[in-house]
């Protein structure tokens, strides 16, 4: 069974924006739904490097900053016609409470 690290509260993340958290393997974007769905991304778009943290959710996609690009929050990945991927990480949330695994890895890279 995988350890888990308590990195915050549901509540910490704005509805329909984000929260940084520094891990080992790098910054991670935490993203908050309309509906409370909370999903983990580096911070980082596959496109160039935009730091997605700063972008809108919309639905379950995050809009990147700088050029507009979407990326699916579940996935990681770019809305076609355009290609590439955000490595993501599982995140657990129980009680209002964040959980993220232990290891600092990112389990989900491409
Ligand atoms: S860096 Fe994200 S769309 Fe260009």
């Known amino acids: 069974m995988s350890a888990w690290i308590e990195i915050g509260k549901l509540d910490d993340i704005p509805i329909r924006g984000s929260r940084i958290v520094e891990t080992p393997a790098g910054q991670l974007a935490l993203f908050r739904t309309s509906d409370d769905g ?12 935009g730091p997605l943290s700063e972008g809108l959710v919309s639905g379950k996609v995050v809009v990147c900053p700088l050029h507009g690009w979407t990326i699916d929050l579940e996935s990681g990945s770019a809305t076609a016609p355009d ?6 990480m599982t995140v ?3 009680n209002g409470r964040l959980w993220l695994p232990s290891g600092g890895t990112f389990p989900h890279d491409p």
């Open 92 to 94: 657990r949330v129980e």
């Open 38 to 49: 909370v999903f983990a991304l580096v911070n980082r778009c596959p496109h160039r490097g």
């Open 83 to 88: 290609e590439g991927c955000t490595p993501r």
